[in-house]
Every structure is written in structure tokens, then in C-alpha cells.
T-cell receptor, first 115, second 113 residues
């Protein structure tokens, strides 16, 4: 069964450092998403991406965050200057379309720990 | 998207059916009901979705009331591996929608031996 692959599975970084989380969506999918989950809290939407641009972003997704699809396969989330409160699980998801009853497939997540 | 209400937690005996309720009384005609689950801190896993008819797949059954204001996810023979947080999500589908899902707090299902 096709999978969404995320790397790294766990990253530890110092506050103020830049972090890039990587995702390889399912190959025929066109819509991509990042979510985060702070420990013990609910899964929160960060951003959706289609046709090489952001289609929607939440209030959480401020200027410290950016996304891109540099090579047609990877989909990355960059955090420019990490804060302690950025510590969370980050999930990538993808789907074929935003119309109809589409199903989002999620990756296993990347755990980010900011010290 | 319509708001959903789920009990925060439920228990189920292993081998028995787990029936997880969801209330979505403000659902509108073009909104689907989706169920996902999250085992420990893994990525959310799709289970099933429906519009107005009952649905069944290899994982579960989804029963939607005739007025569509509530639904029940049924795991017919729960196993210990079904212990997870189960999310009921209502989402409008249409040309202006980016396809995102909004997660609530869900129901923590504990399957006990």
C-alpha cells in the first residue's frame, strides 16, 4: 500500500536553530499538508499546498514557517528559528484531490524536540 | 465545517464490538463524515467515511442516522491493537475547499483483555 514517508523520525535541536522536516508524498497525489501535535494535545492543521503554492494556512503558520516542493517529490517544512514551543510531532499528509470525498493519507510523523 | 461531539473515553472488552458515537447536529447536506484513528503518537489513520448511507469496509462499519445528525463507528471485533484515539470529522467538500481535515479531541478507546 502506498505510504507517505517522513524524515527524520526524531530531531533534537537547540533553540534558535533552523530545522527542515522532509516528506515524500504518495506519487500521484497533488495536495499536500502539514499538521502538528504538541504532546497531549490535538492534531492541528498548519498549511495546505497545491500547484506549488500555499492554498491555506492556519494562524500557527507564521513567518517562521515555510514550505516548498523543491524537486517534484519531496515536500518540506522549514522552521527558521526554532522556539521551545515548536517541540511537537509534525505530520505530513497528501491526497489526490480536494474535491469530493477525498482521503488524506498521513505519514508516521517527525518528532521535533527543541532544547 | 460542522462541529462534532464525541465522548472523551470509552472502554471495550476484547472480541466484543466497539460502538463509538459522534454527534454532528449542525451537519449540512454537502458534508461528509470521516473517521480516523491515532494509535499512540503515530500518524492519523483513515478508517471510513460516508455521506448518508451506511458504509462498511474491512476495518469498520459506519452507521449514519437518517437525519444525519449523528453517526456510530462500529469495530465489530475489537482487539487490543484497536486501542487508540478515534476522531469523527465532518468536512464540506466543494470547489472552495482545500481538502484539509480539522481534528477535535476524539474518543480514547481502551480495549481491555
Amino acid at each position: 500500500e502506498p505510504e507517505v514517508t517522513q524524515t527524520p523520525s526524531h530531531q533534537v535541536t537547540q533553540m534558535g536553530q533552523e530545522v527542515i522536516l522532509r516528506c515524500v508524498p504518495i506519487s500521484n497525489h497533488l495536495y499536500f499538508y502539514w499538521y502538528r501535535q504538541i504532546l497531549g494535545q490535538k492534531v492541528e492543521f498548519l498549511v495546505s499546498f497545491y500547484n506549488n503554492e500555499i492554498s491555506e494556512k492556519s494562524e500557527i503558520f507564521d513567518d517562521q514557517f515555510s514550505v516548498e516542493r523543491p524537486d517534484g517529490s519531496n515536500f518540506t517544512l522549514k522552521i527558521r528559528s526554532t522556539k521551545l514551543e515548536d517541540s511537537a510531532m509534525y505530520f505530513c499528509a497528501s491526497t489526490t484531490t480536494s474535491f469530493g470525498a477525498n482521503v488524506l493519507t498521513f505519514g508516521a510523523g517527525s518528532r521535533l524536540t527543541v532544547l | 465545517d460542522a462541529k462534532t461531539t464525541q465522548p472523551p473515553s470509552m472502554d471495550c472488552a476484547e472480541g466484543r464490538a466497539a460502538n463509538l458515537p459522534c454527534n454532528h447536529s449542525t451537519i449540512s447536506g454537502n458534508e461528509y463524515v470521516y473517521w480516523y484513528r491515532q494509535i499512540h503518537s503515530q500518524g492519523p489513520q483513515y478508517i471510513i467515511h460516508g455521506l448518508k448511507n451506511n458504509e462498511t469496509n474491512e476495518m469498520a462499519s459506519l452507521i449514519i442516522t437518517e437525519d444525519r445528525k449523528s453517526s456510530t463507528l462500529i469495530l465489530p471485533h475489537a482487539t487490543l491493537r484497536d486501542t487508540a484515539v478515534y476522531y469523527c470529522i465532518v468536512r464540506v467538500v466543494g470547489s472552495s475547499n482545500t481538502g484539509k481535515l480539522i481534528f477535535g479531541q476524539g474518543t480514547t478507546l481502551q480495549v481491555k483483555p
